[in-house]
């Protein structure tokens, strides 16, 4: 990147009078970018100014005013009022499992449509990035039904059905996110030399052992940049929670906060509190492991 | 697929070791394939399309999703109650076309996303992209910035943007000062306006998706391209247009998928504004209101999602086919 801002200046700076266009292109950019960052800020600053506000003083005041004074206090209502903790747990209960489930399955599937020659392993492929395309309002009649039909034992599901129950929710995410993972996983490991399974088979590696102690390891930063993709992308599910659950007490957080905005309709700075709370996992993720996350994103995309 | 290319005594003859490459598979081998395999497969056909299936089948049918269906043609003119789970044909797609009245203007929402999207949102994400590929002073901060949203459930962004839109405490009205009750703009009521205001919520969004896909692209390409390019005496413009953005084809592809498919499936965000009604209507809102609301309409919300299905296979198709045409050449040709 530096090579190429050299090179762009350099040719300018010896045709002389022309020196100055780069400084002033810079400068555009530098104004538009700090612009675009302050209007890409606002609402989340404001949402989290309201949030630190007391409800009395925005009463008084209105939400728009200067604070008088600034507190945690409708963080810690929102948090003890509208029962997050549990919601939270149910998050956790879906994400987790999901997320593993999902690159298990994904890992297994990509490395025998890569190494083993099925006959029909492009067309699966395809079968799988395509399913992983569509709308999730294009399967949904069907699976609402299906949902109901499948009765499970209660450890697994407290409804004894599949529907309003939390496996059916890791149920649906993963098969929607399989189709994904897998293409991703795939192009990661064709990207494996050849010699190295030519090696293990020397060595008399069966193909359990290619997956497990070979291929797996090597896709090591691949699944480590898809679990950051998945977590924020299963936590921040919202259509299936709504549609495949009719309880709200089972509902993960994003979808809660839903039923919660009701609840506190006439408390906004308590709304704005429990969406800031709400949005922390993400923002965790976010700040701990943008790398990842940037390269899960970079991996589905980089196919040349 | 791979493997033969390394041994020397199968080059030029691809058919036939790819039969004894199975072959040489141990029992235990197979055991393992058929789990890996069949695991997946199974999940895939039972929740994914297996329903789609289904959704085509329901959407020939009359139901209301109580008591069975039945392979009785609908009769004419019989109470709804005594001609349910019957055989329809076409009427669903007939009624929904004619007569319900959220229908064309769902399509018409649908589009209108998708060209902000296509014309807005995917520009101004490639702007940001390319203003901050080119190393400038503090540009991590600004990815990083422009990025935040698209770590945000789409629920949120809509609980967050409240406080940006509301009538009587929102941050724009106020600030403009039309917040009372003579004046107020409802920005987020008001059907004319509704969409509008959400699709500036969507685009908030989607612009930061947009450019860190066409970050990696722009890492990914060959320095060298475009020294020669400035060499040639081109300018900037010149030089991303001519040599740089024709080299990002394949992230060109993911992104314009990306732009259909998000447009598409858009749903969260006017959900979480007024359940898409009152000018916020979507296809995506009136499949699920037509199932899961007290009158299920089983068979006509599922008409409405094989709509939604025939549209989005058009950009599915071509992403197919633009990745996976190059995988059944042979791999030299690569």
Not at chain 1, 3 to 32: C, E, M, N, V, Y
Not at chain 1, 186 to 193: A, R, T
Not at chain 2, 34 to 39: D, F, I, K, M, R
Request: glycine share 8%.
């Amino acid at each position: 990147m530096t090579a190429q801002t050299i090179h762009r200046t350099t040719p300018r700076a010896s045709a002389g009078g022309r020196r100055k266009a780069p400084r002033w292109g810079q400068l555009a950019s530098q104004a538009f970018l700090i612009s675009a960052c302050v209007l890409w800020l606002l609402p989340i600053a404001f949402a989290l100014y309201v949030s630190l506000r007391p409800y009395s003083e925005t009463q008084k005041y209105g939400y728009v005013s200067m604070p008088h004074h600034l507190t945690l206090k409708n963080f810690s209502d929102a948090w003890t009022q509208s029962d997050m903790l549990h919601y939270f747990w149910n998050s956790v209960l879906i994400t987790v499992p999901s997320v593993i489930i999902v690159l298990a399955l994904a890992s297994g599937l990509a490395f025998v449509l890569t190494r083993v020659n099925v006959k029909i392993n492009v067309a699966l492929l395809i079968v799988f990035t395509a399913g992983n395309l569509l709308p999730q309002q294009v399967i949904i009649t069907p699976l609402y039904r299906i949902f109901l039909q499948i009765h499970l034992p209660t450890f697994l599901a407290g409804s004894g059905l599949l529907y309003n129950s939390i496996t059916g929710l890791i149920v649906i995410n993963v098969a929607f996110q399989l189709g994904f993972c897998t293409f991703v996983l795939s192009n990661y490991m064709k990207s494996i030399p050849d010699e190295m399974y030519e090696a293990a088979l020397v060595d008399g590696a069966g193909l359990w052992t290619r997956f497990r102690k070979l291929t797996v390891p090597l896709c090591r930063p691949a699944l480590a940049a898809l679990a950051t993709l998945l977590t924020t992308w299963i936590y921040n599910d919202f259509f299936w929670a709504i549609t495949l659950m009719s309880s709200g007490d089972k509902r993960p957080v994003t979808s809660a906060l839903a039923n919660l905005q009701g609840q506190f309709v006439s408390n906004q700075n308590l709304i704005a509190a429990a969406a800031m709370i709400a949005a922390i996992p993400t923002l965790v993720v976010y700040v701990l492991l943008q790398k990842q996350f940037i390269a899960g994103l970079a991996l589905g995309s980089s196919k040349g | 697929m791979t493997d033969h290319e390394l041994d020397p005594a199968t080059v030029g003859a691809p058919r036939a070791p790819r039969r004894r490459r199975l072959g040489r598979l141990s029992g235990r081998d197979k055991a393992v394939v058929a789990v890996l395999l069949g695991l997946p497969i199974l999940i895939d056909l039972v929740f994914i399309w297996g329903p789609t299936l289904g959704t085509i089948g329901l959407s020939f049918t009359k139901w209301n999703g109580v008591g069975g269906l039945s392979t009785k043609t609908c009769q004419p003119n019989v109470p709804s109650i005594l001609n349910n789970g019957c055989l329809y044909g076409v009427q669903n797609y007939h009624q929904a076309a004619t007569i319900y009245p959220e229908f064309w203007p769902a399509v018409r929402h649908n589009l209108i996303w998708l060209a902000v999207f296509v014309f807005f949102a995917t520009p101004l994400g490639m702007l940001f992209a390319v203003l901050i590929d080119r190393g400038i002073k503090g540009s991590r901060m600004y990815q990083s910035i422009l990025f935040l949203p698209v770590m945000l459930s789409l629920a949120l962004v809509g609980i967050i943007w409240e406080f940006m839109y509301s009538q009587n405490y929102g941050l724009i009205n106020t600030v403009i000062g039309h917040n009372h009750n003579g004046n107020a703009i409802d920005w987020l009521g008001n059907p004319k306006l509704n969409l509008w205001s959400v699709l500036v919520e969507a685009t908030w969004r989607q612009a930061g998706y947009v450019m860190v896909l066409y970050l990696a692209g722009l890492k990914a390409v060959d320095p060298q391209l475009r020294e020669a390019a400035v060499m040639d005496g081109t300018n900037a413009w010149q030089t991303f247009w001519k040599v740089v953005f024709p080299v990002m084809r394949p992230i060109n592809i993911v992104v314009m998928v990306v732009t259909v498919i998000e447009s598409l499936r858009a749903f969260d965000l006017v959900y979480i504004t007024n359940k898409g009604i009152n000018g916020l209507e979507l296809l995506s809102v009136l499949v699920t209101s037509n199932i899961v609301g007290e009158t299920q309409r089983v068979g006509f919300g599922s008409a409405l999602g094989v709509v939604l299905l025939v549209i989005s296979l058009v950009p599915i198709c071509t992403f197919l086919y633009l990745t996976f045409r190059r995988e059944s050449q042979p791999k030299g040709a690569r």
